[in-house]
């Protein structure tokens, strides 16, 4: 087993991409770190009057328009109006992050692909990613396993242990498989497949429109 730091390889491939916005057509886009990037949201958060609003508003959505709560309350075994009140009592209490995370579980957990939270500024606008592309498929030598690998490189990443066709077996100390499954659960996608596709999907990108930041 190898164990290396890819940062160095990243951060070159970011300068790459920075450095032919124009040609790219993204001339307005900027790059951070995730750290950064944390940091400049901070700069901005949302207050607790807004806060409140958001919820006031998210309650009265789905306890008096949402005509799909009685089935979602039976099938699911979830009580989005109760958790949203749970939710408005502890805002005071909660952190940035925290309030968007708590707020997106509580519409995923409808598995209604209509109705969503979105994100404010600045996650409406950003888009988190990692400098490849993942992708699986069945070996039907080992049992129809599922196995993961690396189909595309950003251009400019170049690292000598990793590269096109190299095989991700974990993620932050977990199975793959289990990694991405857990992703997909946080997608209000109503069957498994789905969900499991876009959880392999946000392995590499996201949109931060309708995820928090990994």
Known sequence: MIIEDGREATQKAIDLMRESKGTLGIDTAEFFSVQDFLAHAKQNPLTLPERETIVEQAIELLDQLYVHLPFKR???????VQRLRLIRSQLKDLEELAFHREMLQVFSRLRDAHTFYGLPEPYRSAVAFLPFRLKC???PADGGRRRFLVTQLIEGFRHPHFGRFAEITAWNGMPVERAIEREG????????????ARGLQKMSSRSLSFHIPP
């Open 74 to 80: 039976a099938r699911y075994a979830v009580d989005p």
């Open 137 to 139: 498929f069945s070996d």
């Open 185 to 196: 659960g946080y997608d209000p996608l109503g069957n498994e497949a789905a969900r499991f």
